[in-house]
């Protein structure tokens, strides 16, 4: 549902109304479907971490902090979480450059070079 939000008095707007728009049960669902996912990333804060972002198929990305130690499979997991209905979906992660499948998830994230990496979601 939109809001109705009003200038302040001491601003040199007019007194209209203006319309915001409030986020959709959608776009809630999805944030919190984001949220939760993240929340299920155990961190361990005494070893090192590192961020890695994911480029969904729908245009979309997501923004995850993982330890050095993680695997691949985690990352799968995280998206999967993220986004509930790509769990009945085919699809792979892939490198963004030189693009090449990550095929074996049981590597660490250290293992298959993708600490600070750009990892790429393709449907199959």
């Known amino acids: 549902m939109p809001w109705l939000t009003f200038p302040s008095p001491s601003s040199s707007h007019s007194a209209t109304p203006e319309l915001v728009n409030s986020p959709t049960s959608s776009q809630q669902d999805q944030l919190a479907n984001e ?3 993240s929340a299920t990333v155990s961190l361990d804060s005494s070893q090192p971490v ?3 972002q994911i480029r969904l198929h729908d245009g979309g990305r997501l923004v995850q902090r993982f330890n050095h130690t993680h695997r691949v499979s985690d990352l799968r997991q995280f998206l999967v979480g993220a986004r509930p209905l790509m769990a009945a979906s085919e699809f792979v992660l892939m490198t963004t450059f030189p693009n090449k499948e990550l095929s074996d998830e049981s590597l660490t994230l250290e293992q298959a070079n993708l600490l600070n990496a750009v990892i790429v979601q393709r449907l199959t």
Do not use: E, F, P, V
């Open 35 to 37: 949220a939760q996912a």
């Open 50 to 52: 590192t961020n890695i």
